[in-house]
């Protein structure tokens, strides 16, 4: 007979009242109900009917009396260690080998059990009497623990009974007590526990709370020492149908290539060719040669692979190891001197070198204690010679050394996104458009399907769960494009979200441009070939959109940006062209062209910083690269591209479209962007708001703040948006009647929160003026989710197989209670497009549905800078870029100056850490402060 469930908990009722406050369930991730958020107000009808599939697919519980049984489990040492960390693959560990040891019923409920690695795993089987104490001697390298450290007393005890059938209420919509919605909030999170138990064991996990997972098979190398794998993610969510469903999607994630250290140190430099899939070779380190040209693209070697030889180092400098730490920290691996499987992770590359590097040896058999250097110690331990003496150690453990050679790195290292190269960025981007050129029909999605086999994997069999084998399937509407307008009342209509600007003027002159300069950081461009070329992206330009150039001699200088020295370098260089264009007109200078040699990101961003914070006052500028302004090749688009900005960036309007805001209305957007993570050290997130200035809602001013780092919300909004009601005031002699707010960068956990106080602190900003109270509409835009969604017919489908713009999903998996809906507006360029998902949070102007849904795709249209529609409105999307643009000047590669050390709490607690000190109000003060500075688009 099969075992019996537990489904009367009954006799545990008076352990239940007494434990519920020791579940420790993480929510990060996890989705919210969004009390007090305005209802649906109906489904949307405009467009064109379409049907889609979505990555969805449907599950259902056997029976009606679905429960499964919540615990709390706690691991620890038999005999404490001072400051023992319990790491997630630890507690696994101890979790796997309680599981193969327990016997019976206690067996029984833990072999079907979900554990999250931290602290609750849940069971359709009961533990006997509801509470276990077990111990655990850890195994290393198969034999039995010897160390106290690896003895484990493992508790369990009841937490409460979990009824998944409330997640089906909720998909019906049925309304729910405060306890209901806990328990379906719970239970949700117990279903992604179970999800991600079967393919732990064969994939690793990387990111998003635990839903993604990676195989090293079908891995592809980058340049720069990375590799590409390939991987699912999933979800287990509700819908607004009968049934919750599972959400699958593919993914990539950029991790260290694997190997000996020295090997992978000298991938990582950039020494011995670089160049991965289809990418360029790279320039050998330092005394190396530079990597062959390769086959098959512009890449090094064969495509998909680096070339060159990877050179032998011997030695490596302060800066090469700098980096390396930023790569390499907590990065596990393998020793190679002598036997064993266990895993250790690096602390840190120590700056000595390895001959260099001594330390005490106890004495044995009353022999006294010694100091003894690594290269010795290697050799008289392991007869292991050290042939890399010069080169530094692996510090790992408590005060453990290792040379490099002895070291082989393990799989999935994690390169963070900030720390990828620029052309390790482009393969991702080119690796992806290829894999996902089938995708836009599901199948890479439906792939992961069956090989994940959900309806095989014991434990999801263990609860009865069922998931459906084909994607769900719903309605889908088609919006129409609106009319765009350009100068001289001339109206184009976009084909596939597009259209060509060829024969047009825009829509507003802005400034006319009197203070300029040209300045060359190429040293093949001249001053000669500026005055030959510069005129050809500008003046050419001007004259034949309707902009007005009236200094059309601005002086033009060359200038050497590497330069050593004072009065030298890429600062000096600008502020002697800012200089010379104020001299020239007498008023502060508009704009500043640079030329650049090639596409260099480091020297653009700090074009980009200088210009904003290192000049007498901030100057908008205009970066270009040499050779394509030399090249009669693409010149035309690359023009007009660079026309858009230079348009916007001296107050000008690009085009229009008829959108239905009214003069009465002020949009906002906003972001909050996080700095990259460090460690022992606290620096500031950057929050941006971007307010339309003009009751047009197309002219639009930033305002940034720094705050607490890591914190979502956006602290100072009361006053930030208090700042734009006076800016809309001062320039339509009238305070906004509407709010319009749209809020990019919430995280999925973090809604209820935004509604809470960021909500709130838009309507304190408002009663702040006498007899003023604005209707709010206060909308969240979410980009980084994984909905994605398929035609079912080929005649629903662009030139790219996509779904077309404007295609729009508000039924079957949204919410069964919240107004929400996914609009892809956009056409997509490279494998499938993603929609963006639009969450209704409050809405005092009680839009309809066809009403928003027309007005979000409308404004879609309007981005200043492209004659395309974008995915996301384009007043959160400035406000992206803002944050983006603010982060060059924030984030700086050494903080040593600008940290200040908080106090640690002694020689044995947690590390010390340090706080960046900064100005919540610099950027406000500097940029804005210079109202001719931030009512332009200086960000684009």
């Known amino acids: 007979m099969p075992p019996k469930t537990v ?27 969004l009390d007090g958020c305005p209802p649906r107000p109906g489904y949307g ?3 064109k009917a379409i049907k889609v599939a979505a ?43 309680m599981v193969a040891e327990v016997k019976g019923e206690l067996k029984q409920a833990l072999d079907a059990a979900a554990y999250d690695q931290v602290k609750n795993f849940y069971t359709p089987f009961a533990v006997p009497g509801h509470k276990a104490e077990v111990k655990v001697a850890l195994k290393e390298d198969g034999k039995e623990a010897k160390k106290d450290e690896r003895r484990f007393k493992v508790v369990m005890q009841l937490v409460n009974k979990v009824d998944l059938s409330t997640i089906e209420d909720y998909c019906h919509g049925m309304k729910q007590s405060a306890d209901a919605k806990e328990m379906m909030l719970t239970a949700i999170q117990a279903m992604n526990v179970l999800f991600r138990q079967d393919p732990a064991k064969k994939y690793v996990m990387s990111g998003a709370a635990g839903r993604r997972f990676f195989s090293e098979e079908g891995g592809i190398p980058l340049s720069n020492g990375g590799i590409l794998y390939p991987g699912f993610q999933q979800s287990f969510r509700w819908t607004s149908t009968q049934h919750a469903a599972l959400q699958i999607d593919t993914a990539y994630s950029a991790f260290i290539e694997p190997g000996m250290l020295p090997d992978v140190c000298a ?7 670089g160049g991965g899939f289809s990418g360029r070779g790279g320039r050998g380190g330092r005394g190396f040669d530079r990597g062959g040209r390769g086959g098959g693209g512009r890449g090094g070697g064969p495509a998909y692979h680096g070339g060159g030889a990877v050179p032998a180092i011997q030695d490596l400098n302060p800066n090469q190891i700098r980096r390396l730490n930023d790569y390499l920290k907590t990065a596990k691996f393998k020793v190679a001197h002598r036997n064993t499987d266990r895993l250790f992770s690096i602390n840190k590359i120590t700056t000595q070198p390895a001959e260099a590097l001594k330390f005490t040896l106890s004495g044995k058999d009353g022999k006294p204690d010694r100091q003894i250097g690594i290269v010795q110690y290697y050799k008289e331990m392991y007869n292991r010679q050290v042939t890399r003496p010069r080169l530094p150690c692996v510090q790992y453990g408590k005060n453990n050394y290792i040379p490099l050679e002895f070291v082989k790195l393990q799989p999935f290292h994690k390169i963070p996104m900030l720390k990828l190269t620029s052309d390790q960025t482009a393969e991702i981007m080119s690796i992806r458009h290829i894999a996902n050129c089938a995708d836009t029909a599901g199948l890479p999605v439906d792939a992961w399907r069956r090989r994940l086999d959900y309806t095989n994997m014991p434990k999801v069999k263990a609860w009865g769960v069922q998931i459906n084998k084909k994607m769900m399937e719903m309605g889908a509407r088609v919006l129409n494009p609106p009319n765009i307008l350009y100068g001289g009342n001339k109206t184009l209509r976009a084909n596939f979200g597009a259209w060509n600007l060829k024969a047009v003027k825009f829509t507003k002159p802005g400034m006319a441009l009197k203070s300029w300069s040209v300045i060359s950081f190429d040293e093949r461009c001249g001053v000669p070939d500026l005055r030959e070329y510069q005129p050809r992206p500008i003046l050419l330009i001007h004259a034949e959109i309707g902009c007005t150039v009236e200094n059309r001699q601005p002086d033009c200088m060359q200038w050497n940006p590497h330069a050593a020295g004072s009065g030298t370098g890429i600062k000096a260089g600008l502020q002697e062209a800012a200089r010379k264009a104020y001299m020239k007109s007498k008023i502060n200078p508009q704009l500043i062209i640079v030329i650049m040699p090639r596409k260099d990101v480091a020297m653009y961003k700090e074009i980009k910083s200088v210009a904003a914070e290192g000049l007498l006052k901030p100057v908008v500028t205009q970066c270009l690269q040499s050779q394509k302004i030399k090249s009669d090749r693409g010149l035309d688009q690359y023009c007009g591209n660079v026309a858009m900005k230079v348009h916007v960036k001296l107050g000008g309007i690009t ?37 339309a200035i003009n009751g047009e809602n197309n002219k639009f001013a930033p305002a940034i703040r720094l705050q607490e780092g890591r914190v979502e919300i956006i602290q100072d909004l009361e006053n930030m948006v208090h700042d734009h009601i006076l800016t809309f005031e001062k320039n339509t002699k009238a305070k906004p009647e509407k709010i319009l707010f749209f809020r990019d960068g919430v995280s999925e956990g973090q809604y209820s929160h935004c509604v809470q106080y960021e909500v709130e602190a838009v309507k304190r900003a408002a009663r702040r003026f006498p007899k003023y109270m604005p209707k709010i509409t206060f909308v969240i835009c979410a980009k980084r989710h994984a909905m994605r969604f398929f035609a079912t017919s080929e005649a629903d489908v662009d030139r790219t197989k996509n779904l077309p713009a404007g295609t729009i999903v508000d039924t079957t998996v949204t919410s ?9 507006a956009h056409a997509g360029l490279q494998g499938t497009a993603r929609p963006t998902h639009y969450v209704v949070v409050a809405d005092e102007n009680k839009y309809t549905a066809d009403k928003l849904q027309k007005l979000v795709n409308d404004l879609c249209y309007t981005y200043a800078r492209a004659s395309r529609s974008v995915s996301l409105v384009p007043v959160a999307y400035y406000a992206d870029i803002v944050a983006e643009r603010v982060r060059d000047w924030v984030y700086s590669e050494d903080f040593s100056e600008a940290a200040s050390t908080a106090p640690s709490s002694g020689s044995g607690g947690p590390r010390r850490r340090e706080t960046v000190t900064f100005d919540p109000l610099r950027l406000k003060k500097r940029i804005e402060n210079e109202p001719d500075f931030n009512n332009v688009a200086w960000y684009m």
Not at 92 to 97: K, L, P, S
Not at 267 to 273: A, K, T
Request: aromatic content about 4%.
């Open 7 to 33: 489904a009367d908990a009954k006799e545990a009722g008076d352990l239940i009242t007494g434990m519920e406050n020791l579940a420790i369930a993480s929510r990060r991730g996890m989705q919210e109900t």
């Open 45 to 47: 009808t405009a467009g």
């Open 55 to 97: 990555n969805m697919y449907e599950s259902k519980f056997k029976g009606p009396g679905a429960t499964v049984l919540h615990y709390d489990i706690d691991i620890n040492p038999v005999v404490k260690v001072t400051n023992q960390k319990k790491p997630r693959a630890l507690l696994q560990a101890v979790w796997d080998q």
């Open 267 to 273: 991938r990582l430099l950039g020494m011995g060719g």
């Open 655 to 691: 085009h229009q479209v008829s959108h239905g805001i009214d003069s009465k209305t002020m949009m906002i957007g906003a972001d909050v962007t996080h700095p990259p993570p460090r460690e022992g050290l606290i620096q500031p997130s950057i929050a941006v708001s971007v307010c």
């Open 816 to 824: 069964p209670m919240v107004h929400d809906f996914y609009l892809q």
